[in-house]
């Protein structure tokens, strides 16, 4: 028979007065994260006259999927956008990813003399920018305006952050694995597609979340560049929307006249509530791979 | 000799391309972006010294025939009013977000680490990530709901309690309070699952040791995760404080957008910038603001970046 000689630890318990107190704490506040999107959701399935009596509500009087079904309508611009921020996105990413893989291959390349300038190369960009206004006139002489290419290029396809996070990963796969496939006769092309970047795929899920979100929430390119509505994208689309509303609003609000709201009030947050479909849907991975990389992006080990 | 370890000798970048074609290849979309999107982007900042003219508008134009004006446009911002006030909401809006970012992220880490079921802790986690993925614009919506007019959560719990609405859109003083509160809803969760990780990189035997030395968990919170997560808390804040001069476009835009009456407490230098390229239509003004902004956020970066490497020699970003 084994004797144990570890010393006992009074074990904590598991209902004690502290863990109810930092329970109710931690609740508290994912409480607070949750119910102002509750109530937008809610809000985006009142009736519209239950809206102007009582305003938004937690508990709203009738219930009506009125805005889904008028913003589900062929043709509504909501669809629109909604269509062009998920071309953007889906395209955007997957060439964003292509790129920034690739050039991280070849900073992790050992054999590659000058790798560490190459990143200082990419590194200053990270350091200095100049500023909205160079990006500005150089977007228009490229003729990026007015065009899809305007939503895609700008800004989002290649972020250098992305690059050194997916090289930190490379430089961290062992040596020996691009030797024995030199050995065996492997060329650089081979080592890379069918070696490096196969192995290197839960960091490009997280540069791949990173592109994606930032994609998909993106409003800038559009801000900046774009002037045909039939271009915009469902973000952008959502801005307007709201200042067109608030706008006339606040001249109501400010001349007391009645109540004349064109796009109605759950139209508004029935838009903002499927805009965030793609996340909910991406959930899972996001608080997989994306956390991951915003925790290794901001501790460096 | 082993060919896999190059010798020190240096070859030249000519010999290394054709040594490594391949990889030279494939480096060429990212190299091109950064020399087309921001390399190309420095010689403009030129024109912040030039009244700058739209048919004169590609890089030889504006170096070698630009209409030199001198410091004309920095005088023009700094003669208005408005320079000391928008770098002053910047940089007072920035110390309030990290001042109360960090306080909160840290107390939210370190109750999740003493938090004991493992089903409360995940959800309540992925519950306060949320809003961290969503879009500003979004949150503007969201804002909307709490704080509209008629409609708002608030102004109707306001009359509910027999107390007159407020105007909140109208009333310029509330917004820093207001923006600071969104600001910890939409980012603390993510930045308190950061020091959890740095939490968890805390030798366990550290926390046991002081057990059976018969610590409590409020001495043992207090005396060694605390004081082990420090040079975490001290690196991020420094690094945030390199960042006080850039200003947060995007939250400030979607959430006060071309609000005026608010422009007092929220108008930040981005915006600023904005508007003198977008609306005014004035790029060299505009350049003028951005160089102000991005020469001291430069040395701020670079100071904070050099006392990080001096305190914490492992943490700095370079």
Request: aromatic share 14%; net charge positive; glycine share 6%.
């Amino acid at each position: 028979m084994q004797q144990e000689t570890v010393v006992k630890i009074k074990p904590h318990k598991k209902y004690s007065l502290a863990n109810f107190l930092i329970a109710l704490f931690i609740g508290a506040f994912a409480l607070m994260c949750l119910l102002p999107m509750v109530l937008t959701v809610i809000v985006s399935f009142t009736d519209e006259g239950a809206i102007m009596r009582n305003g938004y509500s937690f508990f709203p009087e009738k219930w009506s999927a009125y805005a889904y079904k008028l913003m589900f309508q062929g043709g509504s611009s909501v669809m629109r956008g909604y269509g062009i921020s998920l071309l953007i996105t889906f395209v955007g990413t997957l060439i964003a990813i292509l790129i920034t893989s690739l050039a991280a291959y070849t900073l992790a390349n050992k054999r590659v003399e000058h790798c560490g300038k190459i990143g200082l190369f990419f590194f200053v960009p990270m350091v200095f920018n100049a500023g909205m206004v160079p990006w500005y006139l150089i977007c228009t002489r490229l003729g990026l305006r007015n065009n899809l290419w305007a939503l895609l290029i700008p800004n989002l396809l290649f972020n250098p952050f992305n690059l050194f996070l997916v090289r930190n990963y490379m430089s961290g796969l062992p040596d020996s694995l691009r030797e024995s496939a030199t050995i065996d006769g492997a060329n650089d092309a081979v080592i890379a597609t069918r070696i490096y970047i196969p192995l290197s795929l839960p960091v490009i899920a997280t540069i791949g979340l990173f592109y994606g979100l930032g994609y998909w929430n993106d409003w800038w390119n559009a801000i900046m560049l774009v002037d045909n509505k039939k271009l915009f994208p469902i973000q952008y689309l959502l801005l307007q929307l709201r200042s067109q509303i608030s706008m006339l609003r606040d001249l109501q609000y400010m001349a007391g006249a009645g109540y004349v709201t064109p796009p109605s009030e759950s139209i508004k947050m029935a838009t903002a509530v499927i805009t965030i479909g793609p996340i909910v849907l991406l959930y899972p991975f996001l608080q997989r791979y994306y956390i991951k990389g915003m925790v290794v992006g901001a501790v460096k080990e | 000799m082993n060919r896999m370890s190059p010798d020190k000798r240096r070859i030249g970048l000519v010999s290394d391309i054709r040594r490594n074609r391949f990889s030279y290849l494939i480096l060429l979309p990212a190299a091109a972006y950064v020399i087309i999107f921001s390399y190309l982007s420095y010689p403009y900042i030129a024109i912040a010294f030039q009244r700058f003219d739209y048919r004169k508008s590609n890089i030889f134009q504006i170096l070698f025939s630009g209409n030199w004006v001198g410091f004309k446009n920095f005088e023009f911002f700094f003669a208005s009013q408005n320079a000391s006030l928008v770098t002053y909401n910047t940089v007072y809006l920035n110390f309030l977000f990290i001042l109360t970012g960090t306080v909160l992220a840290v107390l939210l880490a370190l109750l999740l680490n003493e938090l004991r079921s493992k089903w409360f802790t995940k959800i309540s986690q992925s519950i306060m990530l949320f809003p961290n993925y969503i879009s500003w614009i979004v949150v503007s919506y969201i804002l909307l709901s709490l704080f509209s007019n008629e409609y708002g959560i608030v102004n109707r719990l306001m009359l509910s309690l027999g107390q007159a609405p407020k105007n909140w859109y109208t009333d310029a003083s509330v917004w820093p309070g207001i923006l600071v509160i969104v600001r910890l809803w939409k980012g603390a969760g993510m930045s308190a699952i950061i020091y959890l990780a740095a939490i968890a990189g805390i030798d366990s035997t550290m926390r046991e040791a002081a057990e059976i030395d018969g610590a409590n968990r409020f001495q043992i919170t207090t005396r060694i995760t605390l004081p082990l997560i420090t040079p975490t808390i001290v690196i991020m804040t420094l690094l945030a404080i390199g960042r006080i001069m850039f200003g947060d476009f995007g939250m400030i835009y979607a959430l006060i957008g071309d609000n005026g009456t608010l422009y007092r407490t929220t108008d930040i230098i981005d915006t600023y910038v904005f508007r003198a390229l977008r609306q005014v239509g004035d790029p060299s003004q505009a350049m003028a603001i951005s160089l102000f902004q991005s020469v001291i956020g430069f040395i701020m970066v670079f100071g904070s970046n050099a006392l990080v490497r001096k305190l914490y020699p492992d943490g700095a970003l370079y």
